[in-house]
């Protein structure tokens, strides 16, 4: 194992575990209320470390607890992405009319244009967070189910699989006993970078109107910042810190995905 990828492991998890606890204690780290109001438009201060608002809320505080929904959001999404991928990419490799059903629906997710799709229906299905988590995910899973496919047809031709086929296993007991436990590196690899995507997809949606208003994630405020004149006022402390705050976590999954990488390979060798 290098030390680059040593390096990029601290790094990621490092960052994941400063908004892993501002996700869950954010009192921690704040003393103000989410709802608790000042004169609007303060600039950066002591008391305020990146001002407020146009209705006057700490916009800190305002990020801090705005970890909790954007995380929530992103991981759930992810998990859902992966249940799916890993169920549908499965099925794809049985022989028959289920395995061709199944080709033909992941060739059609992965032709569909995910973000356009995403804002038609978001206008018909509202903007709650879990229909945004059911969308993202609905809509995220075909890369996940061609890589579980590519990877599910490469242990279907294994000595070990041909021998509990002629020893008369049932399909699910491969499937469940020496299948998914052989995916275990995949479908970690494609959750962590699943999440980077998922919180990407929920940060435009939001930025674009279509995120949940009473709890408002990281793409809200930059939506807030953008309507309530934030770039009239010059007040980029309020446009940038939640987009900065989006990159870092995004980073913090790619740096660990990047060690877990290298260890499958290193694993593989």
Known sequence: MSRRNLTALVLGLALFLCFLLAALFPSVLTDYGLKEMFPAWLPPSGEHLLGTNALGYDIFTEIVFGTRDTLFIGMM???????????FGTLATR???????FNALINVFVLLPRLVTLIVLSTFVGSSRWSLIVLIAAFSWAGTARAVKAQVVHLNAQPFIENCVIQGYSRSHIVLRHILPNLSDILLSRFLLGVNSCIMMESTLSFLGFGDLYHPTWG????????????LRQAYNYLLTP??????????????????ASRRESIGE
Request: hydrophobic share 55%; net charge positive; charged share 5%.
């Open 77 to 87: 999404s992810s998990i859902l992405t992966l249940l799916f991928g890993a169920l």
């Open 95 to 101: 022989n028959g009319v289920v395995g061709g059903a």
């Open 220 to 231: 809200t405020m930059v939506n807030f910042a953008y309507k309530r004149g934030a770039f």
């Open 243 to 260: 987009g900065v705050c989006i990159m870092l976590l995004s980073l913090s999954f790619y740096l660990i995905s990047v060690y877990a």
